[in-house]
């Protein structure tokens, strides 16, 4: 089931998966565009007491992806073609950037979730690989970690579309909602 994330209200009994690209939208120091009430959604699971989880599978992607994207920063300022590992991660560049995501985690991330162990290892893995263009392997982790908790998934990702909607995902991109509207069909 898909939920409309400007209509949802959370609850204190929700568990609530948040995708890394959602993270990105509420916690991350670069811009990443309007927040599509993620924030808000958040604010209002923290109010309302609800479970938030974080696995180790978000914390690397958020970091990952911020790092890569201050890199491709960097290198757009140094108007060069530089090596993410050889050069990038010796410069004060990116150790204050990776400084100010611990930051983050440790300010306005983990006091608010809950750490989680994903479970990989007890992880039904025979329907983990589903290639197609949307595809996504963390997408496919966080599905399951979402299955095992009886978690939702909050999230700003088409690419959950090619997923079993036997759990509910609670989204604001139009694309993903315009899917209530073909299931109802």
């Given at each position: 089931m898909i939920?409309?994330?400007?209509?949802?209200?959370?609850?204190?009994?929700?568990?609530?998966?948040?995708?890394?690209?959602?993270?990105?939208?509420?916690?991350?120091?670069?811009?990443?565009g309007k927040c599509f009430g993620y924030d808000e959604i958040f604010s209002l699971a923290r109010e309302a007491g609800s479970k938030l989880l974080l696995s180790s599978i978000q914390v690397s992607e958020f970091i990952n992806r911020n790092m890569r994207t201050q890199f491709e920063l960097y290198c757009d300022d140094k108007k060069e073609s530089l090596d993410?590992?050889?050069?990038?991660?010796?410069?004060?560049?990116y150790f204050t950037n990776l400084e100010a995501l611990c930051e983050i985690f440790e300010n306005d991330i983990f006091p608010y979730f809950i750490c989680i162990d994903d479970g990989f290892s007890k992880m039904d893995t025979t329907d983990l690989f589903c290639p197609s263009k949307e595809y996504d392997f963390n997408d496919k982790i966080l599905e399951k970690i979402a299955i095992s908790k009886h978690a939702k998934i909050v999230t700003s990702d088409f690419d959950f579309s090619i997923f079993s909607f036997d759990h509910e995902i609670i989204t604001t991109l139009p694309k993903l909602l315009s899917l209530n509207n073909m299931m109802r069909k």
């Open positions: 939920i409309d994330g400007r209509d949802y209200k959370p609850l204190a009994s929700d568990i609530l998966l948040f995708d890394t690209n959602v993270l990105m939208r509420v916690f991350s120091p670069i811009n990443q993410y590992k050889r050069d990038y991660r010796q410069t004060e560049d």
